[in-house]
Structure formats: structure tokens, C-alpha cells
């Protein structure tokens, strides 16, 4: 097998798994507050201590992936030009 043709099928591999990521599971972990939520931090005694609810996930703990948010802009613009009145 050669060189280019191993890359093309790695390449490829990857990209069919997320994919089937994207299809199974469409929310990952927020990369912000790693699926917490909030931010934590510590109090004068250094014991851990929830914080400020995440802005970036709005205090859910889950953000879209990108490939999923891909598909759904794909899928939005595709109804919209074939929608027949």
C-alpha cells in the first residue's frame, strides 16, 4: 500500500467515526467548565467551592459539536431553498 493511499484511508477513517459521533451523540462536554456547569474555586481555606455559572454553556455543562452545528446550518439552508410555497 502505498504511502498516499494509507493517508487518504486514515483520513477518511477519521472523519467517517466523527461522523458517526456527531450522528450518535450531537452534545459534547463544555470545553469551558469540563460538563460542570461552573467554574469551581477555592474559599480562604482552600477548599473547593462552586463558582460563576459558565457563560459559554450557559450553566448547562453541554455545547454542540462542530460537525453537528455544521449538518444543522447544511440542513437549514437545504430546507430553505427547496421550500415550495
Given at each position: 500500500?502505498?504511502?498516499?493511499?494509507?493517508?487518504?484511508?486514515?483520513?477518511?477513517?477519521?472523519?467517517?467515526?466523527?461522523?458517526?459521533?456527531?450522528?450518535?451523540?450531537?452534545?459534547?462536554?463544555?470545553?469551558?467548565?469540563?460538563?460542570w456547569g461552573f467554574a469551581?474555586?477555592?474559599?480562604?481555606?482552600?477548599?473547593?467551592?462552586?463558582?460563576?455559572?459558565?457563560?459559554?454553556?450557559?450553566?448547562?455543562?453541554?455545547?454542540?459539536?462542530?460537525?453537528?452545528?455544521?449538518?444543522?446550518?447544511?440542513?437549514?439552508?437545504?430546507?430553505?431553498?427547496?421550500?415550495?410555497?
Amino acid at each position: 500500500m502505498t504511502p498516499v493511499l494509507l493517508a487518504i484511508t486514515l483520513i477518511l477513517g477519521v472523519t467517517l467515526c466523527y461522523i458517526a459521533v456527531c450522528a450518535a451523540s450531537p452534545f459534547g462536554n463544555c470545553r469551558k467548565c469540563n460538563g460542570w456547569g461552573f467554574a469551581m474555586k477555592t474559599d480562604r481555606k482552600g477548599r473547593m467551592k462552586r463558582g460563576k455559572d459558565c457563560r459559554r454553556c450557559k450553566a448547562t455543562g453541554k455545547r454542540i459539536r462542530v460537525g453537528r452545528w455544521l449538518y444543522n446550518r447544511w440542513a437549514r439552508i437545504y430546507r430553505a431553498g427547496t421550500h415550495t410555497p
